[in-house]
């Protein structure tokens, strides 16, 4: 408010002429552009593959290898298996209804 003369960082209206970057040339060959990310290399998709078959085995391995776990997996099958039954007649016959009175 009292100070024409301040100018920097907190103040984003009026920067600094020493905070001023240049800017760089663009380059009209592609060569010469590289990806800024070099988090993305061919070790971070090794170790992700590797990081989801550990992961995946983990949880699988005990599903398979435990008997109270294999009961319950196949109970739940069966109730969808179940459920789409049910869904699927009741639809059935709902078209058919409709079908019927037209």
């Known amino acids: ?3 024409p003369g ?4 907190p103040l984003v209206f009026k920067p600094c ?4 970057m240049p800017k760089k ?3 009209t060959n592609n060569v010469d552009e590289v990806h800024e990310n070099k988090f993305i290399t061919g070790g971070f998709y090794i170790s992700m593959a590797l990081g ?22 196949l109970k739940m099958f069966i ?3 179940d459920w789409f039954y049910v869904n699927m007649l009741v639809n059935k016959k709902r078209v058919q209804r409709r079908f019927e009175k037209n």
Request: hydrophobic content about 50%.
């Open 52 to 73: 989801f078959i550990v992961a995946f085995w983990g949880v699988c391995g005990t599903l398979l290898l435990n008997k109270w776990c294999w009961i319950i997996v």
């Open 1 to 3: 408010m009292g100070n």
């Open 25 to 27: 040339p663009r380059s």
């Open 79 to 81: 109730k969808v298996e």
């Open 17 to 20: 002429p020493e905070d001023e």
């Open 6 to 9: 301040l100018c920097g960082l």
